[in-house]
């Protein structure tokens, strides 16, 4: 059993910067998939970044330049560092793997 719990969420404005972390207890973290994800007001929930099993990180076409997922697997941490933030990126933000998901942390449009 894995458990995920995601900190860091906040208030933002235009051009300002967040990082968002992943706490995973309970399982073996190295050598999972990691998965940042998140839902807008109104929207469907929508993949955002991962890092596979070797740590080869991918993004979101809407995220890629602005977004860094990093791991540091003797802290069992998940990171999500976000830079030039948007209106648009108002979301709950979950971390994810393999069957598991966080309860998720809130970033709002100050």
């Known amino acids: 059993h894995v458990q995920l719990v995601e900190s860091g969420g906040g208030s933002i404005q235009a051009g300002g910067s967040l990082r968002l972390s992943c706490s995973a207890s309970g399982s073996t973290y190295s050598g999972r998939c990691m998965g940042w994800f998140r839902r807008a007001p109104g929207k469907e929930r929508e993949g955002v970044a991962s890092?596979?099993?070797?740590?080869?990180?991918a993004y979101a076409e809407n995220t890629k330049g602005r977004f860094t997922i990093s791991q540091d697997n003797a802290k069992n941490t998940l990171y999500l560092q976000m830079n030039s933030l948007k209106s648009e990126d108002t979301a709950l933000y979950y971390c994810a793997t393999v069957n598991y998901w966080g309860q998720g942390t809130q970033v709002t449009d100050s």
């Open positions: 890092v596979d099993h070797d740590g080869t990180p």
